[in-house]
């Protein structure tokens, strides 16, 4: 595993997120849900590369911000009725740091 320090999660705001640009996989967008959990998907949607960085998360879910697939946060996979998804990647909290694996 290959962790790598991104930030505080205070540099994230709550139901936002925060990307990392132009790792070897593109461009990660790290959410953070309201219960303070972090989750990291590919900052492309599924449906036709719209930004899920700059979408709104509800639960566990984004909402993409183009057309409104609703993306699950820890799977990358469009909610039903939609079909896609999404790559995930590997993000922790510790110590109120962020972690990604990429
Ligand atoms: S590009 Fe995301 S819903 Fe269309």
Redesign the pocket.
Known sequence: MDWKRVCTLDEIPVLGSRVVRGTKHGDIAIFRTSDDEVFALHD???????P?SQ?IVHGKTV???????K?GLDSGE?VAP?VGCTRPFAAKLEDGVVWLNA
Do not use: E, R, V
């Not at 492309?44 to 719209?50: E, F, Q, R, S, V």
């Not at 909402?63 to 697939?69: A, E, F, M, Q, V």
């Open positions: 492309k949607c599924p449906h036709k590369g719209g899920l979408g909402t993409c911000p183009l057309h409104s697939w993306i469009a939609d």
